[in-house]
């Protein structure tokens, strides 16, 4: 049996999850960071919790006795992409990252692109007024000191009681969203910017194209450079490359 650890947290990773379910000689583990409190439950066998950075994920990879690694985690989850990557290279064990391709500016799209969290937010000092922030909790606080923007600040889960938060209303609700949600949400709560991570993927594209129908403007966040190494960009190139090293395990 070859055990596959599936770094998840993703609809890409739980459908990756599903898929390695039906194939003989293969047994697969997906691990969640636990920052959801609801998250959606894949098949195969789960663990929940961090793994105590590089050291913790190498005793684990070794204790668990794993044959294959599979970063499918977030594209913007860059520490756990660099510890998978270290710790798969200590292990030496063959590692994957699941790439989500990232959504590409087309005409009528109004975005101002940057690099960071905080750039973001300092490209709104002064060019917006009422702001749909779709970052996520564990970003919200860098927008904090914008006291004269009112935010509307879409999330899974709601922000800890102590985290700092930017004036304006939380709105808590998980994707996939439709175009037309979407749309409503902007001209009802009057918004004239929206800010987002380039995550790429289905679930949460519809905002895009409902701010480029009504000329809003997008300060998107570009994806982070992802660690060298083998990489496939969908489920059925992750499938091949798990065959690939089952055919050439001995016995097999």
Not at 17 to 46: C, F, H, M, N, Y
């Amino acid at each position: 049996m070859m055990r596959v650890l599936i770094l998840g947290g993703t609809a890409e990773a739980a459908e990756l999850a599903a898929k390695v379910a039906s194939i003989q000689g293969v047994e697969s583990i997906t691990s969640l960071a636990g920052r959801t409190r609801k998250p959606s439950i894949p098949l195969g066998d789960l663990r929940i919790g961090g793994f105590g950075g590089v050291t913790g994920l190498v005793k684990y990879l070794h204790q668990m006795k794993i044959d294959l690694l599979i970063d499918a985690t977030h594209p913007f989850a860059t520490q756990i992409a660099l510890n998978a990557a270290h710790a798969a290279m200590e292990v030496k064990i063959p590692r994957l990252k699941l790439i989500r391709r990232a959504w590409e500016k087309a005409d009528g799209d109004r975005w101002i692109e940057v690099d960071s969290i905080k750039s973001a937010a300092a490209v709104l000092e002064n060019q917006a007024q009422r702001v749909f922030l779709t970052v996520g909790r564990q970003d919200i606080g860098a927008f904090a000191h914008l006291n004269h923007i009112w935010f509307l600040m879409r999330m899974i889960d709601p922000p800890e009681s102590t985290a700092l938060v930017p004036p304006g209303t939380l709105l808590c609700d998980r994707g996939p969203f439709n175009l037309d949600n979407e749309r409503e949400i902007l001209i009802n709560h009057q918004i004239d910017t929206i800010v987002s991570k380039n995550s790429g993927g289905d679930a949460t594209y519809a905002k895009i194209i409902a701010a480029r129908e009504l000329k809003i403007k997008v300060v998107m966040v570009n994806p982070p450079t992802v660690p060298p190494g083998e990489q496939a960009t969908d489920i059925d190139e992750a499938l091949l490359w798990i065959l690939h090293y089952l055919h050439d395990k001995p016995g097999a």
